[in-house]
């Protein structure tokens, strides 16, 4: 039942992933002691290599950027800081409240596709991108710019048509949160990159055969086009896991922020099926098509995902909108 406030009384609420990384965020902070709260969100992270959070236990100060605005290289959702006498530590953290599968897009596809940079593998590529960056970056830089091999080599892989190289050049960034952070030159060795979704444990997306397949893992090469050992450093997290580990079922702002978006916190092998929108299948006349079934359902709440619709009526999904290679996929559901 919908909860009533008293005169004058209010209530925030939180909504979509933005919503959802603000009330994690603010939960880790409220805890008893949130740099222990921090290595428990980053012990249950499952890395791709054995050595990604080899450091997890040394550090005793964490700093959480929400969202910084880091211009060529985007935004990452959430930057964990960690300091301690290993030294520093960065990890960058992008969310998609839905599977990795249908966030990512093919990297041979890359640019040409619109809004590559803001699907899931784009981000992270970004990331390791602007660490690299950090790392050639001298302790009083007055911006963050990646090389032209660089730039030449995401030219060659992902299809970047930015004509210079990619760089941050925001004084109150660079002197405000990166120098004082001690990330002006930090070793990209020293960073890790995490991508939260919600996805299944088995379905893992580093170690699922059908991200390769359609060559949606981040790009992380060097200069000289080669793979870096950065994939040992890749992680992931789903939200069934830090529902567990963080007790959030106690956190009334966070479970409000991520219903809005999903029903349970693990997916269901029906909708890994759903997941071929993700995989650059999708005919140039799904999407608008989507969009004007959508306009149908009034009277209903009509919540937009990557790529889908879902239709709810008191909370609960009645309806999904997919778009598929030769139209759009309509699913009611015919109990509650």
Known sequence: MERELAPGGMEVRWYGERGVMNALVTHLQRTSDPVESVRTF?????????GGGSWVNDFTQVYLIVEIGLADFGNPDLMIVCHGPAGVRCVFVESKIVMYLASMRPNHKGMQLPGFNSSINGQLSLKYRFARSLHAAASDAMEIAESPAQLGVYKAKQGDSKPLPRRLVKPVILKNILRPLGLLGLPETHCAYVALTWDAPERVFFNDPLVRKHDGLPVFSNEAGDDASAQDRLGWLGYGALDEILNLREA??????????????????????????????????????????????????VARFEGSFSIKEGGQTIAKLIPRENGVFVGIRDSK
């Open 42 to 50: 980053l012990s249950a992270v499952r890395w791709a290599g054995p």
């Open 252 to 301: 009334p702002e966070y479970q409000a922020a991520l219903r809005t978006m999903i029903d349970y916190n693990v997916p269901k092998p029906a909708d890994y099926s759903d997941a071929v929108i993700a995989l650059g299948q999708v005919s140039a006349e799904a999407i608008p098509l989507m969009d004007r079934l959508a306009s149908l359902f009034t009277g209903y709440d």
